[in-house]
């Protein structure tokens, strides 16, 4: 029974992970516009490099927080950290950038090159990361560790 309910959810988290592709074009669309919105060409006349800093860093985890969703990861995850709503079938992966190496025995960017874990390893096995996805990822996770 234990096996049956492990197989089937596995193979539905599978299929929700494959199925973003509508999300995924929103989100491509959202960070133009804030980019736009967040520095206008005026901006770097008049704003002191202090200002810019900021605005810079407050926008980075929003924009950087997409790939969890372009690559279906809020199927299973959530990054709370990020304002990342997700499933609770994962861990939360707001502290992930720090824990991974202890729980997996690998650094976390070998984590997502590959997985140790069974459950992940068939999901990036058939889907794996390109290294600019893994960057998105690896700076995600880093942001998220900080708040």
Not at 100 to 120: N, R
Not at 122 to 128: C, D, E
Request: glycine letters at 8%; hydrophobic letters at 40%; proline letters at 6%.
């Amino acid at each position: 029974m234990f096996a049956a309910t492990f197989l089937l959810s596995l193979g539905g988290g599978y299929l929700l992970f494959n199925r973003p592709a509508a999300a995924s074009a929103q989100a491509t669309a959202a960070p133009a516009q804030t980019t736009q919105e967040t520095h206008p060409d005026t901006a770097h006349n008049e704003a002191p490099a202090e200002e810019t800093g900021t605005t810079t860093t407050a926008a980075a985890p929003a924009a950087s927080a997409e790939i969890f969703t372009k690559r279906g990861c809020v199927a299973c995850h959530s990054v709370s950290a990020l304002d990342v709503q997700g499933g609770v079938t994962g861990p939360d992966l707001s502290r992930a950038y720090l824990n991974v190496a202890d729980k997996h025995g690998v650094p976390v960017e070998d984590f997502l090159k590959k997985p140790t874990s069974a459950v992940m390893s068939s999901v990036l096995g058939a889907n794996p990361l390109t290294d600019e996805e893994r960057a998105q990822v690896l700076s995600a996770l880093q942001a998220a560790s900080g708040k």
